[in-house]
């Protein structure tokens, strides 16, 4: 028996699980070979102490922490997609509460005419009215910026 093969046997020898006559020639080759016998010794006393230890319960927020550890080691590139989400959620609703804010500034200046009369609110009146120029304002100047620089190609 060969070194090699002396080597491959160690974790069925340990395990008992090895044929007789393996065993024998194992067992007669590391008496021959203190190289063999000096790993197969590491070997055992290695298997041995691991499985000495036991089982050791993670803490409950094991997972969590490494989540947040690898997120911040890797820049947001792995588990940060919980982060993604809540900021780009927030911009999103952020987003669409001014749209929808403007909007109903919009209406609310367009109807300001015909409102005016029926309910006589002064103070319901000061905002739309700014409001409303501000939000019709934004819009019309950028598509003139668009057409200046569609223009330029040519
Ligand atoms: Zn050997």
Same mark, same amino acid.
């Given at each position: 028996?060969?070194? /090699?093969?002396?080597?491959?046997?160690?974790?069925?020898?340990?395990d008992e699980e090895?044929?007789?006559?393996?065993?024998?020639?194992?067992? /007669?080759? !590391?008496?021959?070979?203190?190289?063999?016998?000096?790993?197969?010794? &590491?070997?055992?006393?290695?298997?041995?102490?691991?499985?000495?230890?036991?089982?050791?319960?993670?803490?409950?927020?094991?997972?969590?922490?490494? /989540?947040?550890?690898?997120?911040?080691?890797?820049?947001?590139?792995?588990?940060?997609?919980?982060?993604?989400?809540?900021?780009?959620?927030?911009?999103?609703?952020?987003? !669409?509460?001014?749209?929808? !804010?403007?909007?109903? !500034?919009?209406?609310?200046?367009?109807?300001?005419?015909?409102?005016?009369?029926? &309910?006589?609110?002064?103070?319901?009146?000061?905002?739309?009215?700014?409001?409303?120029?501000?939000?019709?304002?934004?819009?019309?100047?950028?598509?003139?910026?668009?057409?200046?620089?569609?223009?330029?190609?040519?």
């Amino acid at each position: 028996m060969d070194h /090699e093969r002396a080597r491959s046997l160690f974790i069925e020898y340990r395990d008992e699980e090895l044929a007789q006559e393996l065993r024998f020639e194992l067992e /007669e080759h !590391l008496r021959t070979c203190p190289d063999c016998r000096r790993d197969w010794e &590491a070997y055992n006393e290695t298997v041995t102490g691991v499985s000495a230890l036991g089982r050791v319960k993670p803490p409950r927020d094991f997972v969590q922490k490494i /989540e947040r550890k690898i997120g911040r080691r890797s820049a947001g590139r792995f588990f940060g997609a919980r982060n993604e989400f809540n900021l780009s959620f927030a911009l999103v609703s952020f987003v !669409l509460i001014v749209f929808f !804010l403007l909007a109903y !500034l919009f209406i609310a200046s367009g109807r300001e005419v015909r409102v005016i009369p029926r &309910a006589g609110g002064g103070d319901t009146e000061a905002g739309p009215v700014t409001g409303g120029d501000t939000a019709s304002g934004g819009p019309r100047r950028e598509p003139s910026r668009l057409e200046e620089g569609g223009t330029e190609p040519r």
